[in-house]
């Protein structure tokens, strides 16, 4: 079956950096835009982030433009998240989801994986 | 950026009973509206696409309607699995800038 697994999460200080995995299975990989979604404790959903199945095309949230960096490596149906200069703000379980619709546009989220959790605090 | 919102924040219902949940946009997204239904703990899940095609697996007592600036989300019979936060997502830009509604709490009456 379709499965997203997240790592990376933890703790991290205010301006430090953490690089968020997630590992794709039951799925051609390769084939498909994937997503990061955050969801800070208590809140409702903020897209982050996507890249195209190549990795051609990249687009960021404005929140979190200049200091994330989504990549992939199809070769290991692997996504990645590349978190730099983070803010208290960033806090939130971040989600990897695969992003599909009609015509091979990335218009939904579907499924997600279970979630890692970034804390930024001192 | 296109801004969704969601009513009412919270809305109590009672098993057997139907719920509607309503989102609304601040420009016409056409029909390119997403429902996800999220249980405490858990990842959202895929109810809806295309304002009305329900996704796969999804329970037929779950239907969505509208378009341009309105939707609805109608579940006809709650059942006990039902009770969860529920959020609407548009899509409608190119390159795409996603936003999603601040969700409708549905809980048991």
């Known amino acids: 079956q379709v499965q997203l697994v997240e790592s990376g999460g933890g703790l991290v200080k205010p301006g430090g950096s953490l690089r968020l995995s997630c590992a794709a299975s039951?799925?051609?990989?390769?084939?498909?835009?994937m997503s990061w979604i955050r969801q800070a404790p208590g809140k409702g959903l903020e897209w982050v982030s996507y890249?195209?199945?190549?990795?051609?095309?990249?687009n960021y949230a404005d929140s979190v433009k200049g200091r994330f960096t989504i990549s992939r490596d199809n070769a290991k149906n692997s996504l990645y998240l590349q978190m730099n200069s983070l803010r208290a703000e960033d806090t939130a379980v971040y989600y990897c989801a695969r992003a599909v619709g009609n015509l091979g546009r990335p218009n939904w989220f579907d499924p997600w994986g279970q979630g890692t959790l970034v804390t930024v605090s001192s | 950026e296109i801004v969704m919102t969601q009513s009412p924040a919270t809305l109590s219902v009672s098993p057997g009973e139907r719920a509607t949940l309503s989102c609304r946009a601040s420009q016409s997204v056409s029909s390119n509206l997403a429902w996800y239904q999220q249980k405490p703990g858990q990842a959202p899940r895929l109810l809806i696409y295309g304002a009305s095609t329900r996704a796969t697996g999804i329970p037929a007592r779950f239907s969505g309607s509208g378009s341009g600036t309105e939707f609805t989300l109608t579940i006809s019979s709650l059942q006990s699995e039902d009770f969860a936060v529920y959020y609407c997502q548009q899509y409608n830009n190119w390159p795409p800038k996603y936003t999603f509604g601040q969700g409708t709490k549905l809980e048991i009456k």
């Open positions: 039951g799925f051609t990989f390769s084939d498909y835009y």
């Open positions: 890249i195209s199945s190549s990795s051609s095309y990249t």
